[in-house]
């Protein structure tokens, strides 16, 4: 497995063991039943990638790659906000069918692609570009500089959105030829988009590298709200499952840090509760089966008004 996976599955499990769940607030997303969709989750997870030493692509769960790069490129290079641009399907859920009737059809309102295309920066010799151009032009032409950065969560706008951004800003900097990123991103559904949202920023960091000049360096990714849905957690406790003797191993190596370091109590204890998880709930399921049924996405039951 890749450095990738264990961080997948180590924010897995930090999720089901330490979350908290959100049962005692009111929740707009629902299930097609009708029921809230509740999550457990933790607050200000940070995830950091070095592509010097691999691309952060999961091989944990199915990842459908080709249609991970084209929403990036949806975004960030077609710079659009109507799926009629987008090969993957998965945005039909808050695209325009006639319900606005101020948006084109198939429109997603002013969010994501729209905010990045919008020519609302000054150049020193008084052109107007959009904030993608701006960041090239800094990355080229001022590499010093601490304010290559980009903000699609346009306050005055939020009405005019279908969906409010979810990773809504990013910082580039240059160290040494080589060039990093860091991804601010308000909410993470972690078993359908914890390894999408890596893969994909990753792959625009060495898109701009690569137009830059530059070599792709280190990924930082934030994450204010990470969590998982109620009725995700049995899938997500399958993936772990699927690689349980992977994650003893991995238990059980923290654990011998931490007697080195004298602080063994504590991470003994925590990881001791999973695996007593992982155990007591492996007899429980039809391993294999059920692990093929989780990762086929389209087999996983989304709430209405996801990430919202």
């Known amino acids: 497995m890749s450095k990738a996976d264990y961080q997948l599955l180590d924010n897995y499990i930090s999720i089901l ?6 049962t005692e607030n009111e929740t707009r ?21 070095n592509l010097e030493e691999e691309f952060p692509i999961s091989s944990v769960r199915k990842l459908f ?3 991970c790069i084209d929403e990036i490129l949806w975004i960030w290079q077609k710079k659009s906000n109507n799926i009629k ?4 399907r998965i945005w039909d859920q808050w695209a325009n069918k006639g319900q606005y009737p101020e948006q084109e059809i198939g429109s997603i309102g002013k969010a994501y692609g729209y905010q990045l ?10 052109n107007k570009i959009d904030q993608v151009d701006s960041v090239l ?4 032409n001022n590499k010093g500089s601490r304010r290559i950065l980009t903000n699609i969560y346009a306050f005055d706008n939020l009405n005019e959105m279908n969906l409010y951004p979810c990773a809504y ?10 060039l990093n990123l860091l991804l601010n991103q308000r909410s993470n559904d972690t078993l359908s988009a914890g390894a999408w949202n890596v893969t994909q920023y990753a792959a625009l960091l060495c898109m701009f590298a690569q137009v830059s000049g530059l070599k792709p360096g280190e990924m930082v990714h934030v994450v204010a709200d990470s969590h998982c849905y109620d009725r995700h957690i049995p899938r997500e406790f ?5 690689r349980c003797s992977l994650i003893q191993q991995r238990a059980y190596r923290y654990y011998l840090d931490d007697i080195l370091k004298g602080e063994n109590e504590v991470t003994k204890q925590h990881f001791m509760e999973v695996l007593e998880l992982l155990k007591q709930y492996e007899y429980e399921v039809d391993f294999d089966k059920e692990f093929e049924k989780a990762n086929a996405v389209h087999m996983i039951p989304t709430p209405i008004g996801l990430n919202i």
Do not use: C, M
Request: charge should be neutral; hydrophobic fraction near 25%; proline fraction near 2%.
């Open 17 to 22: 063991t330490d979350g908290v769940d959100n």
């Open 29 to 49: 997303p629902h299930w097609d039943d009708g029921k809230e969709a509740f999550t457990v989750h933790k607050f200000g997870e940070v995830h950091r990638y």
């Open 65 to 67: 790659w080709q249609s």
């Open 85 to 88: 641009d987008l090969n993957a």
């Open 117 to 126: 295309s919008r020519k609302n920066i000054t150049t020193k010799d008084g």
């Open 137 to 140: 032009n800094d990355l080229k």
């Open 169 to 178: 800003s990013t910082t580039w900097q240059v160290e040494k030829g080589k």
């Open 238 to 242: 399958q993936v772990i499952l699927k």
